[in-house]
């Protein structure tokens, strides 16, 4: 779905935004959603055409970490 190394090869701002994540622990291996009635069951969405499949009927919950602040 994202492409941080083509993002961080063109750009000082998002190289920088990249690699805190990375320190972090923050950068998955896609995007992790669930859907509200089931929030525990979270999948990694990698390619864009797995989200219909996923979750046919659209409804998905973006479980993003919490970050620190």
């Known amino acids: 779905m994202g492409n941080a190394e083509l993002l961080s ?3 000082e701002m998002w190289r920088t935004i990249i690699e805190d994540l990375r320190e972090a622990g923050r950068l ?5 959603i669930s859907c509200y009635s ?3 069951y979270i999948q ?3 390619e ?3 989200i219909p499949l996923v979750s046919p009927d659209g409804e998905v919950l ?3 970490a919490t ?3």
Do not use: N, Q, V
């Not at 998955?28 to 992790?32: D, F, R």
């Open 38 to 40: 089931h929030p525990d």
């Open 44 to 46: 990694y969405i990698t």
């Open 67 to 69: 970050i620190d602040c």
């Open 48 to 50: 864009p055409e797995m």
């Open 28 to 32: 998955g291996p896609g995007l992790p």
């Open 9 to 11: 090869s063109r750009s």
């Open 62 to 64: 973006l479980s993003l």
